[in-house]
């Protein structure tokens, strides 16, 4: 693979050049139902997205991204994705995963991933904070459970896998940053074994385009 | 289309394009008793020549090598490492934190084999304390090498002063010149190197050549390609002739137009860099401001990324390169950045101009304009 791979399909080129759904107003008079923020200048990626909810549906999203060509094109086809067809349900819209945007955008090259991968735990982070401002805090412990793989620390095989998509290629980074395996340390021959099946799984060819 | 990424590779220049055509005919092996050969070696020693009048060093000094990469793992390698026969005692380098890629990873390569490196320090411009190499020195030091001049921020190091401790403590000396010549004056009389690295396409000649000048007297190194006994047996393999000749060529119209073309080149830079800061808030200039080599300016262009400006500058037709992590494939921005002591947001936000002879007066007016419309529109759409 070559480090510096200028692949960008022509659908991130398109939404990176032409932006849709950016928030051109300001937030105070832009009123969203609920906001969501990830990322940090420090890691050179942050996005903030602000959703509108009528009737269990997100029929507005707007968004706000500091970051590279992929990190504003996910962001925009995130945005297109969950306002289609007047707006995606809730429940729906909380299972989009960083794979379902790739694949619609025609696939990443795979040292462009992790800067992806914020666009879906920022709008998840904005249902939950419409959730909570709408009386609702209850059904914010609906996601899906991944499988808990390192039950001392409770990471489950689903963090593992998110910690590659954003960069981490071996056991050791992993464990840095999430602790993984350092209590009992049974867990940690599964643990290497996620990290190289993802590993393999997402930077093996050029262009990865989700499973 | 406005090339304004002149320290990642030049154009060639016309001249050098045409002695190069004009070359391509005479394939003799300049190792060849016969006509072919003893023509071809005429011509490679006239190149050998333009270069070392051009650095003041006598030709035997010279060595031709595959660029400044090669020229540089040559020293580094050489003075640690080599063969059983050469029995190396001393395994001490110091060197910046702020090297090349060429110097860092050869480097970084070198202490896994017990080789231990010390990373000077630099101050927030970029600069290299004379003081930190003294310091630095102790008797298992083997080699310093510093370079001259930096290419993403073109600080340039007080490399006379840093010779001088090199010289009285009879510690060999390298720099990596790749950046600095052509674009400052560089003369081995006055500064007393021991070593000095060059590369044939920053300065308008081809890529894949470089020159390795090594003191006459200095410590004899071990050659990275062994083989026959090209290059005074420095450097195995039948000579790249076409290199060489555009390489000599090259350095021939840097001795002619050196001069006026730097101080083209630096007045069309102040020009750029004014008006940027001119048309655009919240920007830094990265780097020292005079010590600083006359064609590259590094500006952060605060709360948006450097890889999303490339690409839309690219659009616009202007090319240009960044320090961002995004555009290196690794998750961090540039080492030479982060040296700086600026925060890791601006390292980011940073992007390199750097100007060459081609560039005109109009090429300047129309990256402001292209510039400013960019950040603009960037950071209309930032979540900082
Ligand atoms: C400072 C410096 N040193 C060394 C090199 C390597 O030169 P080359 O590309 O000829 O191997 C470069 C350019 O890439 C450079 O900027
Ligand atoms: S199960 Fe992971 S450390 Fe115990």
Redesign the interface.
């Known amino acids: 693979m070559?480090?510096?791979?200028w692949n960008y399909s022509d659908k991130v080129k398109e939404h990176?050049?032409n932006?849709k759904n950016?928030l051109?107003i300001s937030e105070e008079k832009y009123k969203a139902d609920g906001v969501g923020?990830n990322g940090s200048?420090?890691?050179?990626?942050?996005?903030?997205i602000y959703i509108k909810v009528k009737d269990n549906r997100i029929y507005d999203l707007k968004?706000?991204?500091?970051?590279?060509?992929?990190?504003?094109g996910s962001t925009s086809m995130l945005s297109e994705m969950v306002t289609a067809n007047d707006g995606m349900e809730l429940e729906e819209a909380m299972k989009i995963k960083p794979d379902d945007i790739i694949k619609e955008l025609g696939g990443l090259p795979p040292?462009?991933i992790?800067?992806s991968v914020l666009g879906d735990k920022a709008l998840r982070a904005a249902i939950k904070d419409y959730y909570r401002n709408s009386g609702q805090a209850d059904k914010i412990n609906t996601d899906k459970e991944s499988r808990v793989v390192c039950h001392c620390l409770n990471v489950t095989e689903d963090e593992i896998k998110m910690e590659v998509l954003e960069?981490v290629k071996d056991f050791d980074t992993l464990q840095k940053r999430t602790k993984v395996s350092t209590a009992c340390g049974k867990c940690e021959p599964e643990v290497r074994e996620l990290v190289d099946k993802y590993v393999k799984k997402f930077y093996e060819k050029d262009i990865y385009s989700g499973e | 289309m406005i090339y304004l990424d002149n320290n990642a590779t030049t154009p060639l220049h016309p001249k050098v394009k045409e002695k190069i055509i004009d070359f391509l005919d005479d394939y003799g092996n300049p190792s060849s008793q016969h006509e072919f050969g003893r023509k071809v070696r005429q011509m490679v020693e006239d190149a050998r020549k333009n270069i070392a009048d051009f650095l003041n060093c006598d030709p035997d000094e010279i060595i031709f090598t595959a660029g400044g990469s090669e020229a540089n793992n040559t020293v580094i390698k050489g003075a640690v490492s080599c063969c059983a026969f050469c029995n190396v005692s001393n395994t001490h380098i110091i060197t910046s934190a702020i090297e090349h890629p060429s110097v860092m990873n050869t480097l970084k390569c070198l202490e896994q084999q017990n080789v231990e490196v010390t990373y000077l320090p630099v101050d927030e411009y970029g600069l290299v304390n004379p003081k930190d190499v003294q310091n630095a020195i102790k008797k298992e030091t083997a080699l310093i090498t510093i370079m001259y001049a930096n290419n993403e921020i073109g600080t340039i190091q007080p490399m006379e002063e840093i010779t001088k401790i090199a010289n009285e403590n009879n510690i060999p000396i390298h720099t990596d010149a790749v950046q600095a010549i052509g674009k400052i004056p560089v003369d081995l009389k006055k500064m007393s190197v021991d070593y000095l690295s060059l590369s044939g396409h920053k300065i308008y000649g081809p890529k894949g050549i470089g020159v390795l000048f090594r003191r006459k007297g200095t410590k004899s190194l071990c050659p990275l390609i062994s083989g026959g006994h090209q290059e005074n047996s420095m450097r195995a393999g039948t000579e790249n002739t076409i290199g060489i000749i555009a390489m000599g060529e090259a350095i021939k119209q840097l001795n002619l137009e050196m001069n006026s073309d730097v101080k083209k080149i630096k007045y069309l830079r102040d020009k750029l860099e004014s008006g940027l800061k001119k048309n655009i808030s919240n920007i830094s200039v990265n780097g020292h401001s005079e010590k600083r080599l006359p064609n590259v300016t590094n500006i952060s262009f605060n709360d948006i990324e450097g890889e999303a400006i490339l690409l839309r500058l690219d659009m616009h037709g202007v090319a240009i390169s960044t320090g961002s992590a995004c555009s290196s494939g690794s998750l961090d921005p540039s080492h030479v950045i982060i040296a700086l002591n600026v925060s890791a947001e601006q390292a980011h936000s940073s992007i390199r101009f750097s100007l060459g002879r081609e560039n005109t007066e109009e090429d300047i007016d129309k990256t402001i304009i292209a510039v400013t419309e960019t950040v603009d529109f960037l950071r209309k759409i930032s979540a900082i």
Request: net charge positive; charged share 20%; with cysteine.
């Open positions: 070559n480090d510096t791979n990176f050049f932006p950016v051109k923020e200048p420090v890691c050179g990626d942050m996005m903030k968004w706000k991204t500091f970051g590279c060509a992929s990190a504003i040292n462009k992790h800067c960069g």
